[in-house]
């Protein structure tokens, strides 16, 4: 007996599955080189934080000895010390400043776009070039400090960036500088998201505007801000060509970052097992931000 038509209708074609196949052969080689790359030299910088290595790989196993030793190691706590600092004022100076730029800018002023493209264009520009610029402008002998007293202030001192105990400060005002334009284009778009009724009843109820803001707002950007907490807590732990830049990690190493002191001992001073060992620890910091931060995505998709 003869097949019938529908029958054969049913059955899929060799077009039919290739044309089924086709994103997934596409995406393979990506999916593969990202596995390898990223994936697997996490894999393999895990192992080598468990090995004696030095200058090159040997897979001499010590268990958690390179831990061990980063911990009783005291230029990994003032690298760490100066992540929490750097990393606060970062973030809250940003979240502050971005926040009110984007309340300026929802007021519906005048040239607006030209503001936000001129609060918005450090975000363009790469860490290097922002540390290379502020370097010459917290340059006792050329910057800020020169051009004041040659403005008859002689007694004006701003010589932070060769001061051990107000050096970490420079890499704020920089990495600020940069990064509160995006964290205002955040926020901005989340204030023209909201609901103008909402702002209305309230006005119709006499609150004021600062209330308006602080009452209604802001607990309806949340979201907003828990997003920019995330990001720039990312970018702060991975900071690394901003301190090259502007300070290289001095004067002396007052100014380390753990991702600059993964790079001096792994690749300058040829201690390979705890230089990984460091760049494990920056990793859990990271995947500390990036859990909560996808499940809370991953929940509020499922429940919207």
């Not at 940003?94 to 009110?100: D, F, Q, S």
Request: charged share 10%; hydrophobic share 55%.
């Amino acid at each position: 007996m003869s097949e019938t038509p529908t029958r054969t209708a049913l059955r899929p074609t060799a077009s039919g599955r290739l044309q089924a196949w086709l994103p997934r052969l596409v995406l393979a080689p990506s999916v593969a080189v990202s596995l390898f790359f990223v994936y697997g030299f996490m894999l393999w910088t895990f192992v080598l934080s468990l090995t004696s290595s030095r200058m090159l790989p040997s897979y001499d196993f010590v268990g958690f000895g390179q831990y061990a030793r980063l911990m009783a190691n005291e230029r990994w706590w003032v690298a760490s010390t100066n992540l929490m600092i750097f990393g606060t004022l970062f973030i809250v100076i940003c979240l502050v400043l971005g926040a009110l730029l984007a309340m300026l800018l929802d007021q519906k002023i005048r040239q607006e776009g030209a503001l936000r493209t001129v609060y918005l264009y450090p975000m363009a520009l790469s860490f290097i070039v922002t540390g290379v610029v502020w370097k010459w402008l917290l340059n006792p002998q050329l910057g800020i400090q020169a051009m004041v007293r040659s403005w008859g202030f002689e007694s004006f001192e701003f010589d932070w960036i060769v001061d051990p105990d107000m050096a970490i400060y420079t890499l704020v005002i920089a990495a600020v500088w940069q990064a509160s334009g995006f964290v205002m284009a955040l926020f901005l778009a989340g204030l023209r998201g909201i609901d103008d009724s909402i702002i209305k009843a309230a006005q119709l109820d006499g609150a004021s505007l600062p209330r308006i803001y602080w009452r209604v707002v802001m607990p309806c950007l949340r979201p907003v801000v828990f997003s920019a907490v995330m990001i720039l807590a990312h970018i702060a732990i991975k900071s690394f060509d901003l301190v090259v830049a502007l300070t290289g990690g001095g004067p002396g190493y007052a100014t380390d970052l753990p991702a600059t002191f993964m790079y001096t001992h792994a690749f300058n001073r040829a201690q390979i097992g705890l230089g990984s060992a460091s760049a494990m620890l920056m990793l859990g910091g990271v995947l500390a931000i990036l859990i909560p931060y996808l499940y809370s995505e991953l929940r509020s998709r499922k429940h919207g």
